[in-house]
């Protein structure tokens, strides 16, 4: 009982009052609660003039009567309202169904008239000021200053904090904060054996300093940026945006300061001269999910894609819910629409699409080597440079040469661009399985025409009907028309040259893609030239790739048969450049082009008789020499093909009017809004250009009083579980008041004052007193402040899904550590995704990427890990910054049954039998705690063990089930039997309330 009577003394809003009311801490609350739907900042919901966001609205005469005098209760009519009982004229109205205001809140209001109804502009919305450091009854417990703030306030509320932790517990506790993994026994045998006044110290710049930090702080930074492997919505394919991923955990390694984190995340393809990284590291604000179904509007989600980008910059920088301001003025905080579009119009001139690629990437996109990558690259490109020079060389010792070939050409020599050629074939006809491309292949398709009529198809590969799953190139009205399609509607590339080809006569045509899957890498030729395009339909998302044999002269159904004459097929596995096309229209023999004085002829002529000296007659060094140039680019172009890309902000060559959305809805534009930032903020600094670039300057500008203060209550919640603002996602009207304001704003201030140093706050948060102090605490502690609110022990949490996972990969010398690289696939339950999202099932990466730490596991929107959902993760479908922790069965099932961990309880047992010596228990259990165990403890584990040895040996098949599970190799040499049954106690072990929690 008594624990239920301290609860709501401890979340009253006058807890730590003393005799004055403080209209934020106190009176604000109440307000936001009970009077702002009605008197509220949203001027299309308010009933009155009357107000209560503002104090003029609050304190306005009307008509003779107040409803706040200040120092007058007796004639302030908003207390004889919130006063009047059951009466219709009590307010909150009674008639309207809302609750009355309770005596304590009634009380506060009376009394913070009474002292004069001192007004408060928000207190996020204050810059921050650096408070001095209180005085404190014990200043040898202090260590920094977060502790004179912390202790002061224990002071105030007549506690002592608690004695420091053991220096195990202590071990385990700041190794997983800032490593995300548990300390090895070498590491906790090194941190007990000094006793040094600065041994902690050293083991805090050890973790800092160590790459598993930056994995550690990645991960909630991936839920905030809702980072995930696939696009979203229904076929919920995969995407490719690791490389961001992978700038994230190298920027918290390297250190960067958080204003260069922020302005590289929100603008990094602003900065002058931009370098991959930095536009790799705009991809924050591309990771919202895409929508490339058939039959949404496009036009519906490229609003939805700015609005998440909004909603989700705001809400990691400014810690307010400006997204409620979407459809109308905010409820409760003072922002208006209109402000919430002029925030909405720096992220408005993204060329991007409303439908996105269902599969990939869409764009913006750039490619995005990895530094092996780059050096392959490099390498690449310096054989290119080699292979030119010793080609340059021969060729000019041969250059007479070719004079004399040109002199000696066979009457009927012809020659055309062979190499990646398929066919070449001749004639209408049924060819076969060749020539199948699908949607980011590159290929060229070419033909010599003779058109009787202006429709017909030329050659391609689908039904022989009209309108069918494929390619087509083919003759429509008499123009050179591409058709590559999934479905004819909504689905395809179709695109139709301007210029029409003459009948009656032959012509050469051509069609070039690129893999890009947009009508920009289409290019059509007639006789050489290239035709300017008429775009019918740009939706090209899905694979057109079809068994159906390759027709010349048909393929479109019978009324598209080809009317006339086909010759010269050529298709090639390779978009060629308009040049080589060219030379494909050239149809004059090498005779006949040699005939021609060098002066008279065309540069397709030129380049025809030179590439066929090049390719087949010239001598064999420079034939050699060439063919390796060519070798060499081709090699160059497959390995740059095949390097990721990663989605990048963009800025659109010309600025698009955004206009504020009535209702927030896409197909109702307002009044015309230029980009700006909310009135009750700072306006943007100085200099800066009113674009992205100059919105993330604002955002680290130091007189803004949210960022700092937002980013480090994030940090403070990570250690403690819960944030000095509760509300870590809400710092306006509807957050919560700060448990600690001073120490809020000395953190904010230090942030900034230290140049945004990140490893420098985590250091002197984890070196404080306060974090230091052991977690245990009386019945009393726990029933006054059941949330540690106060901060009188030390942070004791359940672990963080993906640092149950990675500790018992790491206790079990399963971990695989590498830094980066695509996302991995390991354990997840057959026809988990099937049965969620559709399309192929999950398949299962083998090796070494089945042990890799859990921030590199592939996250399907749709579907995602379930024992990372089982445990709280958040679903990465939007912005998440709060961390929430349950407690249901279902996560012990998942630790007692889950293959990873029955599989890792194996390998721990192992481990236990060849490295435990002696006492293979003890030396497990301290793997898993850090500790050695207690006598009873090592009772129950010693009889647990005994008693499945013995039924084990009387079933070994059962102990070569159980040490079968998993996929890494069973350990021959060990008794079957024996390691069956530390099997189980390891998994035992790993099932301990202890093993899963921070304390």
């Known amino acids: 009982m008594k624990y239920w009577l301290f609860i709501p003394l401890l979340c009253a809003p006058a807890l730590f009052a003393a005799d004055t009311v403080e209209f934020n801490r106190d009176i604000r609350p109440i307000l936001s609660d009970h009077c702002y739907t009605c008197h509220g900042p949203d001027q299309s919901n308010r009933k009155t003039k009357l107000r209560f966001d503002t104090e003029a609205g609050a304190k306005q005469n009307l008509g003779g009567r107040f409803a706040i005098v200040p120092g007058d209760p007796a004639h302030s009519e908003m207390l004889q309202r919130i006063s009047a009982g059951n009466s219709p004229t009590r307010m909150p109205p009674a008639y309207a169904g809302a609750a009355a205001l309770s005596d304590h809140d009634i009380d506060l209001i009376r009394r913070w008239i009474a002292q004069g109804a001192v007004w408060q502009k928000h207190w996020s919305l204050i810059p921050p000021k650096r408070p001095e450091l209180p005085q404190v009854s014990d200043p040898t417990w202090v260590r920094n200053p977060i502790d004179n703030f912390v202790l002061a306030r224990l002071d105030k509320e007549g506690l002592k904090p608690s004695p420091e932790a053991g220096k195990a517990a202590l071990l385990r506790r700041v190794t997983f904060d800032l490593t995300g993994l548990p300390p090895t026994p070498a590491e906790l045998d090194a941190f007990l054996a000094d006793n040094s006044p600065g041994a902690y110290e050293k083991v805090v710049d050890r973790l800092l300093a160590s790459p598993r930090y930056g994995e550690k702080m990645a991960f909630r930074w991936l839920d905030a940026a809702r980072y995930a492997d696939t696009n979203g919505y229904q076929t919920d394919a995969e995407r490719y945006m690791w490389r961001w991923r992978d700038w994230v955990i190298d920027a918290f390694n390297k250190n960067m300061p958080f204003d260069e984190f922020t302005i590289e995340q929100i603008a990094g393809d602003l900065l002058p001269n931009a370098t991959l990284d930095q536009k790799i590291a705009s991809g924050f604000?591309?990771?919202?999910?895409?929508?490339?179904?058939?039959?949404?509007?496009?036009?519906?989600?490229?609003?939805?894609?700015?609005?998440?980008?909004?909603?989700?910059?705001?809400?990691?920088?400014?810690?307010?819910?400006?997204?409620?301001?979407?459809?109308?003025?905010?409820?409760?905080?003072?922002?208006?629409?209109?402000?919430?579009?002029?925030l909405y119009a720096y992220f408005d001139n993204i060329p991007e699409r409303g439908n996105a690629e269902k599969y990939g990437n869409s764009a913006p996109v750039i490619k995005a080597p990895t530094r092996d990558q780059q050096q392959h690259l490099d390498t690449l490109d310096a054989d290119i440079r080699g292979d030119e020079a010793a080609f340059a060389s021969a060729e000019k010792k041969n250059a007479r040469e070719e004079r004399n070939w040109e002199k000696k050409i066979a009457p009927d020599a012809q020659w055309f661009p062979s190499r990646s050629l398929v066919g070449p074939f001749s004639g209408a006809q049924t060819v076969g399985d060749v020539a199948e491309f699908g949607f980011t292949d590159k290929f060229t398709l070419a033909a010599r025409i003779n058109a009787t009529a202006p429709n017909g198809a030329i050659l391609g590969r689908g039904k022989d009907a009209a309108e069918s799953t494929g390619y087509t190139l083919l003759l429509a009205n008499g123009h050179l028309q591409l058709n590559l399609v999934q479905r004819w509607l909504d689905d395809a590339l179709r695109v139709e040259s301007v210029d029409t080809v003459p009948l009656n006569g032959w012509h050469h045509v051509a069609a070039t893609y690129d893999g890009s899957k947009f009508a920009s890498g289409v290019h059509l030729y007639i006789d050489g030239v290239e035709s300017k395009l008429k775009i019918n339909l740009d939706q090209l998302n899905q694979e057109f790739r079809t068994k159906e044999p390759l027709r010349i002269g048909g393929g479109a159904g019978p009324e598209n048969r080809f009317q006339g004459a086909i010759g010269e097929v050529r298709i090639y596995k390779a978009d060629l450049p308009a040049a080589t096309v060219a030379v494909l229209a050239t149809e004059t023999p090498l005779h006949g082009l040699a005939a021609i004085p060098a002066k008279n002829r065309t540069a397709a002529q030129r380049d025809k008789l030179h590439l066929a000296w090049l390719d087949a007659y010239s001598p064999e060094p420079v034939r050699n020499s060439w063919h390796a140039l060519e070798q060499a680019h081709e090699d160059r172009d497959k390995f740059y093909d095949s390097i990721q890309t990663v989605m990048v902000m963009q800025e659109r060559p010309d600025v698009r009017e955004t206009h504020l959305l009535i209702r927030g809805s896409y197909d109702r534009p307002g009044e015309k809004v230029e980009r700006g930032v909310p009135a009750i903020l700072p306006p943007l600094p100085a200099g800066v250009p009113n674009n992205r670039l100059g919105l993330a300057k604002w955002f680290v500008d130091p007189g803004n009083p949210l960022t700092a203060r937002v980013t480090v209550n994030r940090f403070w919640q990570s250690y403690f579980g819960t944030g000095i603002v509760k509300t870590v996602d809400d710092f306006g009207s509807q957050g919560e008041w700060p448990s600690n304001p001073e120490l809020l704003d000395w953190l904010a201030t230090e942030f900034i004052?230290?140049?945004?140093?990140?490893?420098?706050?985590?250091?002197?948060?984890?070196?404080?007193?306060?974090?230091?102090?052991?977690?245990?605490?009386?019945?009393?502690?726990?029933?006054?402040?059941?949330?540690?609110?106060?901060?009188?022990?030390?942070?004791?949490?359940?672990?963080?899904?993906?640092?149950?996972?990675?500790?018992?990969?790491?206790?079990?010398?399963?971990?695989?550590?590498?830094?980066g690289g695509p996302s991995v696939k390991p354990y997840q339950p057959a026809g988990l995704w099937k049965e969620l999202s559709g399309g192929e099932d999950y398949q299962q990466d083998k090796g070494p990427a089945e042990y890799r730490r859990s921030l590199y596991t592939f996250w399907k929107r749709a579907a995602p890990p379930p024992m990372m959902m089982n445990f709280d993760s958040a679903g990465r479908e939007m912005c998440t910054v709060r961390e929430t922790r349950t407690n249901t069965p279902l996560q012990a099932l998942d630790l007692m049954n889950d293959r990873t961990f029955v599989e890792a309880s194996r390998m721990l047992a192992a481990r236990m039998m060849r490295e435990g010596g002696a006492d293979p228990i003890g030396y497990g259990f301290r793997l898993v705690t850090s500790r050695q165990p207690t006598d009873k403890e090592m009772s129950v584990l010693t009889r647990g063990y005994a008693y499945y040895l013995d039924r084990f040996t009387k079933d070994e098949a059962s102990a070569a089930k159980l040490i079968a599970e998993g996929d890494a190799p069973v350990d021959a040499s060990l008794n079957k039997p024996a390691l069956a049954a530390y099997t189980n106690i390891a998994s035992l072990m790993l099932n301990l309330d202890e093993a899963v929690t921070k304390q």
């Open 753 to 819: 004052r230290t140049g945004w140093n990140v490893k420098q706050m985590q250091k002197t948060i984890v070196m404080s007193a306060t974090y230091r102090q052991s977690s245990r605490a009386s019945e009393e502690l726990v029933a006054r402040d059941p949330e540690n609110r106060l901060l009188a022990r030390g942070p004791r949490l359940r672990l963080p899904a993906e640092m149950i996972r990675d500790q018992a990969l790491a206790v079990s010398g399963l971990l695989v550590e590498k830094i």
């Open 285 to 342: 604000n591309r990771n919202h999910r895409g929508n490339g179904e058939g039959g949404i509007i496009p036009e519906e989600y490229a609003v939805e894609y700015v609005v998440d980008r909004v909603g989700t910059t705001s809400t990691v920088w400014m810690g307010l819910t400006v997204g409620c301001a979407r459809c109308h003025d905010h409820k409760y905080d003072p922002i208006k629409q209109k402000e919430f579009y002029q």
